[in-house]
């Protein structure tokens, strides 16, 4: 079972992505891992180049039978298409996404640095305004409109929410067992 989660910035991808590999007992992979240099101490400022990143995740699904991989790889990843059993589209609100993003940014770097004059004020409202324009048409490599695009590419099954959901409703309605 491979399964991609994809969908707009605070629609709970990566929620869904851990949830459902948690229930399915298989690894989870989450691209924003692949995309940055996750260890620096100020993160979402360094970006891997795309032969880089491909490199290190393609090491990672190689190793496994079974995964989840959640978020986007529109513009980098379009060599793993092939490899996709289903892939899960994410939407909600702009409005309801961006309180989730407020909400989830303070639990993990405290409001201290997220707000004005925190070391990461500026990195959280430029991600903030990203986040916001996901709906706008246009140009965006990471939009709703792209991402639709690529969804039509491909050639296993698509699943597309515009609401909320859980690994148990994922699991319920396509009869997805454990991987043991």
């Known amino acids: 079972m491979r399964i991609h989660i994809l969908g707009a910035p605070g629609a709970g991808v ?22 940055w240099f996750t260890d620096d101490p100020l993160p979402y400022r360094r970006r891997r180049n795309p032969d880089h990143r491909r490199k290190l995740l393609s090491a990672d699904l190689e190793a496994h039978d079974s995964w989840v991989l959640s978020g986007s790889l529109c513009g980098w990843g379009d060599c793993y298409i092939p490899l996709f059993d289903r892939v899960i589209w994410l939407w909600l609100p702009a409005d309801v996404r961006v309180a989730r993003i407020h909400e989830r940014e303070r639990a993990r ?55 909320q959901v859980t690994a148990e409703m994922i699991v319920g309605l396509y009869g997805m067992n454990r991987v043991h």
């Open 14 to 35: 990566t929620t869904l992505g851990r949830q459902l590999a948690e229930h399915l007992n298989i690894p989870r992979f989450d691209t924003d891992d692949y995309h």
């Open 109 to 163: 770097y405290g409001p201290d640095r997220i707000t004005p004059g925190g070391d990461l004020h500026s990195v959280f409202e430029k991600f903030i305004a990203w986040a916001a324009a996901y709906d706008d048409p246009g140009g965006h490599i990471r939009s709703r409109e792209a991402e639709l695009e690529w969804l039509g590419r491909l050639e296993c099954p698509v699943y597309r929410y515009e609401e």
